[in-house]
């Protein structure tokens, strides 16, 4: 498997100079086999996304905040005659996979609704676990406001976890613990710092530490902290990366490939 961090930011983009390290992007992260091209969010990373040809393209929502799907309306794939995509979601509050998206697109939010794009879009309600393709996912609720879900990713013996918009709770993560056990690798919410969070508690993401804490126990080969704070800038963020000194243990960067 091939992952490609397209966006690594939480709760809103950001640019200018000061973020060219770690990037400006919501979260989009893509992973691929050599049949399957799966985006998982659609937050403003995917506009960056790289031109696919010749795999099934889908798109695996976590949960319809508008930060993981910010970037859809301007998805190349989106607007390209006659393309495939195939988007999935867990039924939330009711509504299903179409519904959420029907309402990002509808007026007065956005002028133009989906099934006027030229691309063709098959919705499916999640039903966990299942197969795209050759990829297997699974996966578990996560601990957010509104609820999101982790997911797992697994093909031909790795696998992925992705757990952003994930706050830790001393008692509720040892199913995180457990779900990402041995991955290879672990997508981690790390938003906060612990000065941070005595403010936000219940917003919904975790701290540094508390990511530390996951990754230490599920007993991954390698992190990478995602969800970054839209005011922790790429000085800020290499400060707090400094001493971990690994190459194993980072913060997520736009742009990145992992193979697996
Ligand atoms: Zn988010
Ligand atoms: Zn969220």
Sequence with gaps: MKVTILGARGSMPVEGPEYTEFGGGTTCVLVETESQAIFVDAGTGIIKAPAIANKDISILLTHPHLDHLLGLPFFEVLRSKGKQINFYACVRDGKT????????????????????????????????????????????????????????????GKSIVMATDYEFDEEMSGDLVDFAKDTDLLLMDAQYTEEEYKERMGFGHSTLKQAMKVFKECNGKSVRFVHHDPFHNDEFLRNLEQPIKSTQIMFAREGEEIVL
């Design 97 to 156: 996979a179409k519904e959420q998206i029907d309402g990002l697109f509808d007026v007065p939010y956005w002028p133009c609704k989906i099934e006027n794009y030229p691309a063709n879009i098959t919705y499916h309600d999640l039903k966990l676990p299942t197969m795209i393709g050759d990829v297997k996912v699974e996966g578990i609720e996560a601990i957010h406001p509104g609820g999101s879900v982790v997911y797992k990713l697994s093909h031909e």
